[in-house]
C-alpha cells in the first residue's frame, strides 16, 4: 500500500502539522532550530570515516528547552537515504505525527525538509535526539536535549554550579550501512571498535592500547565546585559502566524523573538510557583524573578496547591523569549483580517535578491491570536469510504506509491486530502484527529475556513504571514482588539475560512502540532487523 507514499504524504503531514500549532498555547514561548544533517569526514578512532553531523557538528548541537516551550525544529536531509529525526522521551502526548518513527511518520526523503514541531509538555530532564531509521544512528546524527525546569519550579537539589553533557557509546568504523549489510546477510555485528565520549577517542591511557594522536573529551572544572553531568548511552548495542575516577556520582534523575539521591562510584547505563549525576570536586589537584565509559557484562578483558576515556581537568591540577583505569565492577558473572543498580533506582515522590506538586506515585500500584502481555525475546535467528530478533517469535516488518496513517484513514490490509499476548511455540516469522489493547486501559507489560545478551527496551512518546525485575521466569506469583509505591518512571529499560521486568504503563494515548533487542532501539529494528511490536490503541 502506496498511498501515502512520496510527496503526497508530506503533504498530507504538512496539513497535519498546520492543524496542531494553531492549537497550541499562544502564550509559550517558541524555540526554533534549522537541523542540516550531512555526512562529514572525521577519525575518532584514527580511521577516518564519514559520520552523520547536525550543522556541521558531530554530535549534533544542544537542544535547550525548558518546560511548555513550543519547539519547531526544521530538518534538512542532506544525506543519501531517507531520515526521520525522533526524541525519544519527550512526550508526544496525542501528537505522534512528530515522534519521527516509522510507524507513525513517513520519512523524509534525501534533499527534502520536514519541520517538527511539539510541545515540552509537562516535563523537564535530560534526553537525547537521534536519526531513527537504518541504523543511522551507528554513523552519528545524536545531540543532547534538556528541558529545564521553569523558574518558579524547584529542583530537589541545590543549583549546580555547571552543566555538562557526555553522550557516550559503542562505536564501529564500519558505517551504518555496513553494518546493515551484516545484518541482512545473517552476520552478526561483532564487537564494536571502541566507545566515543562526545564524538571522541579515548585518552591514551596505556599506549599498547590506544594509539597516539587520538582527540579525546576534557571537562574543565573548579575544585569545590559541584556540576551536573547529563549521560547518555547513544550507542548501538553496548551496556556501559561510567566512572569518574576519586569522585561520587549522586544519581539525582533518569530520563525526567528525579530519583532518591544516591551515590554510586560507578553506574551501568544501557543503551538508550539518560542518567544526571551531580559531582563535587572534592579531590586534591594533584593531577587530572580519568572518565570512563566501559563496556558491561561482557567478557572484559576481551571487550578491553571496547572503553572510552575522558580527562576530568581541575583548574588548578598539577598534572596529567596516569596509571591505570579506575576499576571497573567484577561481578558480571554474578547473576544478581545485573539487578542491584536497577532495583535502587527509586523515584523521589516528594520532589516536584516539572510542576509545583510532588512527582508523586500516581497510586499506580492500586489501578486495576486491563491487560497483560508477556513479551519473551530470543536470541536474534535468521529468518529470511537476514538476521532478525523477536518477539513472541514475530520479528516486526514494517508496513508501506505507517501503522497510524493507515489507522487514520482507515487502510485496510497495512497492518493485522493479531499480536499474541504471550509466547507461542511456533516457527518464527516476519510479520506486521500489532496489539489490539484496550483505550484508556492500563497495561502490565512483562520482558522476559530469553536472550544471552542484555537488553534495552524503550517504549517511545511515553514512560512507564519500573515495578519489578527479577531473575528466572515469570510467574503470576512474581507479581508479589512488585513495588507498588515509588518505582521509577522511564522510557527505557534493560533486561537481563534469563531476567525479566514488569512495567506499567497508563494508556490514553494514540499510540506507543516498544522494542528492543541487543540494538536496542526501536527505530532501527523498524526497517532492518529485530523486532518491534505496536501497541495500537483506537481513539477514532
Ligand atoms: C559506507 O561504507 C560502505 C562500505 O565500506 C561504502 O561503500 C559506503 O560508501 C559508505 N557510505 C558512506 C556514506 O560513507
Ligand atoms: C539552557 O537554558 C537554561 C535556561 O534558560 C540556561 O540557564 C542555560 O544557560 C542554557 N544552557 C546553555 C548551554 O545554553
Ligand atoms: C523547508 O525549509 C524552508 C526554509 O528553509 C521552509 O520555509 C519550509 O517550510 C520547509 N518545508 C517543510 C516541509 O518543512
Ligand atoms: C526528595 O526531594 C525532596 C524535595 O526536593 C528533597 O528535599 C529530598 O532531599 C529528596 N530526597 C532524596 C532522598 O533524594
Ligand atoms: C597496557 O595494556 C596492556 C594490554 O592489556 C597491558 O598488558 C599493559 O600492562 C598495560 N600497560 C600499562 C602501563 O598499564
Ligand atoms: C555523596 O557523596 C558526596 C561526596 O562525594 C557527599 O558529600 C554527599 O554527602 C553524599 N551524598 C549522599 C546522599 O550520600
Ligand atoms: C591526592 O589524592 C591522591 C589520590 O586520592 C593521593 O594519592 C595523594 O596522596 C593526594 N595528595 C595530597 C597532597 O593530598
Ligand atoms: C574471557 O576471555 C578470556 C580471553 O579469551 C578467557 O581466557 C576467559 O576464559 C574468558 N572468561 C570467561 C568467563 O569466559
Ligand atoms: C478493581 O477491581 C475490583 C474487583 O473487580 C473492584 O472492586 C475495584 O473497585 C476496582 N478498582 C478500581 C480502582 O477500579
Ligand atoms: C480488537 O479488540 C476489540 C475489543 O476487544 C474487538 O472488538 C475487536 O474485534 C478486536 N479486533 C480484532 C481485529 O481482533
Ligand atoms: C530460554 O527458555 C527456556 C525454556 O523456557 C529455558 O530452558 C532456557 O534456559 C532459557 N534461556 C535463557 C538464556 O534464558
Redesign the pocket.
Known amino acids: 500500500m502506496a498511498l501515502f507514499q512520496s510527496s503526497s504524504t508530506s503533504l498530507f503531514l504538512l496539513f497535519h502539522i498546520a492543524l496542531l500549532s494553531t492549537l497550541s498555547l499562544a502564550a509559550d514561548p517558541t524555540i526554533t532550530f534549522d537541523f542540516k544533517l550531512s555526512y562529514i569526514t572525521v577519525s575518532p578512532l584514527g580511521v577516518p570515516q564519514k559520520v552523520i553531523a547536525v550543522n556541521g557538528q558531530f554530535p549534533g548541537p544542544l537542544v535547550n528547552g525548558t518546560t511548555n516551550n513550543n519547539v519547531v525544529i526544521n530538518v534538512r536531509n542532506d544525506l543519501d537515504e531517507n531520515l526521520l529525526m525522533t526524541w525519544p522521551g519527550i512526550q508526544m502526548r496525542r501528537n505522534s505525527w512528530q515522534d519521527g518513527v516509522l510507524g507513525t511518520n513517513c520519512p523524509i526523503p534525501p534533499n527534502w525538509n520536514w519541520t517538527y514541531s511539539f510541545q515540552l509538555k509537562d516535563q523537564i530532564g535530560s534526553f537525547f535526539y537521534y536519526p531513527s531509521l537504518n541504523l543511522q544512528r551507528a554513523s552519528g546524527g545524536f545531540g543532547p536535549f534538556v528541558i529545564n525546569n521553569r523558574e518558579v519550579i524547584?529542583i530537589?537539589f541545590a543549583q549546580p554550579d555547571g552543566d555538562f553533557v557526555l553522550l557516550i557509546g559503542d562505536w564501529y568504523t564500519r558505517n551504518h550501512s555496513a553494518l546493515r549489510a551484516d545484518l541482512d546477510s545473517g552476520k552478526d555485528l561483532g564487537m564494536p571498535d571502541g566507545v566515543l565520549i562526545n564524538g571522541k577517542g579515548p585518552y591514551r591511557y596505556n599506549t599498547t592500547l590506544v594509539p597516539d594522536g587520538l582527540p579525546y573529551e576534557t571537562i574543565n572544572v573548579d575544585p569545590g565546585k559541584t556540576y551536573r553531568f547529563r549521560v547518555h548511552n547513544v550507542g548501538t548495542s553496548t551496556s556501559l559502566n561510567f566512572r569518574i575516577q576519586g569522585h561520587n556520582l549522586l544519581l539525582v534523575e533518569t530520563e525526567g524523573h528525579y530519583t532518591?539521591?544516591q551515590n554510586f562510584s560507578s553506574f551501568d547505563i544501557h543503551v538508550g538510557q539518560s542518567c544526571s549525576f551531580l559531582v563535587t570536586m572534592d579531590q586534591n589537584a594533584t593531577s587530572d583524573y580519568y572518565i570512563v565509559a566501559s563496556a558491561r557484562f561482557v567478557n572484559e578483558s576481551l571487550w578491553q578496547k571496547v572503553t572510552g576515556v575522558g580527562i576530568l581537568h581541575y583548574s588548578n591540577s598539577k598534572g596529567s591523569a596516569t596509571g591505570p583505569l579506575p576499576e571497573a565492577p567484577s561481578d558480571i558473572y554474578n547473576q544478581w549483580s545485573a539487578m542491584n543498580q536497577p532495583k535502587a533506582i527509586r523515584q523521589?515522590t516528594?520532589?516536584s517535578g516539572a510542576r509545583p506538586n510532588p512527582q508523586g506515585s500516581f497510586h499506580y500500584g492500586s489501578i486495576n491491570v486491563t491487560d497483560t502481555y508477556i513479551l519473551r525475546s530470543l536470541p536474534p535467528s535468521t529468518i529470511d536469510g537476514k538476521l532478525r530478533a523477536t518477539l513472541n517469535g514475530i520479528s516486526f516488518v514494517n508496513p508501506d504506509t505507517p501503522i497510524r496513517l493507515a489507522d487514520l484513514n482507515q487502510v485496510k490490509g497495512s497492518y493485522k491486530l493479531d499480536f499474541p499476548s504471550e509466547p507461542l511455540n511456533r516457527p518464527l516469522r516476519r510479520d506486521t502484527s500489532v496489539i489490539n489493547a484496550t483505550y484508556k486501559g492500563f497495561i502490565e507489560v512483562i520482558l522476559q529475556n530469553n536472550d544471552t545478551k542484555m537488553q534495552s527496551f524503550h517504549m517511545n512518546g511515553y514512560s512507564f513504571f519500573v515495578a519489578g525485575m527479577d531473575w528466572g521466569i515469570w510467574s503470576e506469583n512474581s507479581r508479589g514482588s512488585y513495588n507498588k509505591w515509588d518505582s521509577i518512571s522511564r522510557c527505557t529499560i534493560e533486561v537481563g539475560f534469563s531476567i525479566w521486568t514488569m512495567c506499567y504503563r497508563i494508556c490514553g494515548m494514540l499510540m506507543f512502540l516498544c522494542c528492543g533487542k541487543t540494538i536496542s532501539v526501536l527505530e532501527i529494528s523498524c526497517t532492518l532487523f529485530l523486532f518491534i511490536f505496536y501497541l495500537l490503541i483506537h481513539l477514532l
Open positions: 524547584q530537589p532518591v539521591q523521589n516528594t520532589a
